[in-house]
């Protein structure tokens, strides 16, 4: 059995599917791409396909990751340009590599995300983003399925940064960019929450949903305060060598 590491992205209009619309849409592509797919036992067999640390509906992504077990050998390049050609505009599959290694899961433990906020100036949110950094905790709420929940966001934030708009024009209105490192906790700090944070310790509220990408996830490096790639160690991994023949006489 041979295991394909993908890493994905969710773009323009695409950023609103949920990870079940995906799920639909990915194994359709790979019945597309007549991949030779290992299924599950049982009474109903799926094809198998590990998803990892899926980013909530309404953001973009241009660091999703899921790992594929085929029966037959295939060559990772040629399977990315199949699976990508069978796959809409905004869900595109920017790298495969051949797992080489165990624990894809346990490599992302953090996400860098970028925050748009329309209609805000950068001053005002560099004030909030002080008051954050500043405080030991904040507490928010966030519903969930067993109700209103409430935990503090402050301690899976390793990084936090205002900057203006590179995209600003004239006339066109104050907009900040967030930049936000945050760790993967339980229960799960997400960028919202940050927001959410933020009205609390400093009244910011954006007058317009802000716009949401994960840029990267990945290794949180805790020297550097980096997010290294997860691909890298299956890139670097020196290829098994194939098995011998046994009982071969020497020459």
Not at 167 to 173: E, L, Q, V
Request: overall charge negative.
């Amino acid at each position: 059995m041979q295991r394909i590491r993908l890493r994905y992205t969710k773009r323009g209009r695409l950023r609103f599917t949920s990870h079940r619309d995906f799920q639909r849409a990915f194994e359709r592509a790979l019945r597309r791409a007549e991949v030779p797919m290992a299924y599950s036992a049982g009474f109903t067999p799926h094809p198998k396909v590990s998803y990892a640390n899926a980013a909530p509906t309404g953001t973009g992504s241009e660091a999703e990751y899921l790992e594929i077990a085929l029966t037959e050998h295939r060559d990772p390049d040629k399977l990315r340009e199949l699976l990508d050609e069978s796959l809409p505009d905004g869900l595109d599959i920017t790298e495969a590599v051949e797992a080489r290694t165990s624990g894809l899961a346990d490599r992302l433990t953090a996400s860098v995300w970028e925050l748009r906020l329309d209609g805000v100036p950068v001053e005002e949110v560099e004030k909030a983003v002080s008051a954050f950094l500043a405080a030991e905790t904040v507490d928010v709420q966030r519903k969930t399925k067993n109700g209103m929940r409430t935990f503090d966001a402050r301690g899976a934030v390793a990084e936090l940064q205002a900057a203006p708009s590179r995209s600003d024009r004239s006339g066109d209105g104050p907009c900040a960019i967030l930049r936000l490192v945050v760790r993967h906790v339980t229960p799960a700090v997400r960028p919202d929450d940050v927001l959410s944070g933020l009205r609390a310790v400093a009244d910011l509220a954006p007058p317009v949903p802000a716009a949401v990408t994960r840029l990267a996830q990945g290794l949180f490096d805790e020297e550097s305060g980096t997010v290294t790639d997860p691909l890298a160690l299956d890139r670097e991994a020196v290829p098994a060598a194939p098995p011998t023949a046994v009982g071969t006489a020497s020459p």
